[in-house]
């Protein structure tokens, strides 16, 4: 019944969000400012987000599709660079990597409770079957 709490996989899926919630209320603390705390966390906690999403498709659907998600991503980073240079003339190298990262923070958020809606669905399932 508590597999879960000496399970490596499962502190795994978790830590992103032990991440984003110790830097927010580290750098909170820090700053004073509640909108850079939650910008600050959410740049710390992506990496963790895509390492959790790879063990999360690999946990619930069987196999990664990691490579496809990366390859959409570098997609969308040339589609930020190529309006960042038509719309001002000039790259902004550190603009057009923040605007990315947050991209890959808000898609790999969604993809995270995407998987772990569908890992809910499948152990109910399992369950009840």
Not at 76 to 88: F, K, N
Request: proline letters at 2%.
């Amino acid at each position: 019944m508590l597999n879960w709490i000496t399970d490596p996989a499962a502190w795994l899926i978790i830590l992103p969000i032990i991440v984003f919630i110790a830097a927010h209320l580290i750098i909170k603390r820090m700053t004073h400012k509640k909108q850079k705390s939650i910008k600050l966390a959410a740049d710390i906690s992506t990496f963790f987000f895509i390492l959790a999403d790879h063990l999360f498709m690999l946990l619930v659907l069987g196999r990664s599709y990691l490579l496809y998600i990366l390859l959409g991503l570098f997609i969308i980073g040339i589609v930020l660079v190529s309006v960042q240079a038509t719309r001002e003339g000039e790259l902004h190298f550190g603009k057009v990597l923040r605007g990315f990262w947050r991209i890959c923070f808000i898609t790999f958020v969604l993809l995270y409770l995407v998987l772990f809606i569908i890992g809910v669905i499948q152990s109910i399932l399992t369950l009840v079957a």
